[in-house]
């Protein structure tokens, strides 16, 4: 059975840093397309950034120069790596692979 789980998220000032994991288990991780969102209050599920198993990457217009995706096949992973935190990135973080399978988020609250 195939299982997603995000960790990472946490309470982070602005302007502060987070990485978030996502750990995909029971597919054979190498060949997964992964991608993050995020649940904003009041909002739609919003696309953040995508890695294909070849390694190619695209990242939303919202938060590209902050935000940054990355795999490690040997864990089974992949990263958002987020900078220069704002109250706007607060929400709910999942990560998916292409058969449509979902984590079940991770908080990121930006407060200070």
């Known amino acids: 059975q195939v299982k997603l789980v995000e960790s990472g998220g946490d309470l982070v000032q602005p302007g502060g840093s987070l990485r978030l994991s996502c750990l995909e288990s029971?597919?054979?991780?190498?060949?997964?397309?992964m991608g993050w969102y995020r649940q904003v209050p009041g909002k739609e599920r919003e696309f953040l950034a995508t890695?294909?198993?070849?390694?190619?990457?695209r990242v939303a217009d919202s938060v590209k120069g902050r935000f940054s995706i990355s795999r490690d096949n040997a864990k089974n992973t992949v990263y958002l790596q987020m900078y220069n935190l704002n109250a706007e990135d607060t929400g709910i973080y999942y990560c998916?692979?292409?058969?449509?399978?979902w984590g079940q988020g991770t908080q990121v609250t930006v407060s200070s």
């Open positions: 890695i294909t198993w070849l390694g190619n990457i």
């Open positions: 029971g597919s054979d991780f190498r060949f997964s397309n």
């Open positions: 998916n692979n292409d058969v449509g399978y």
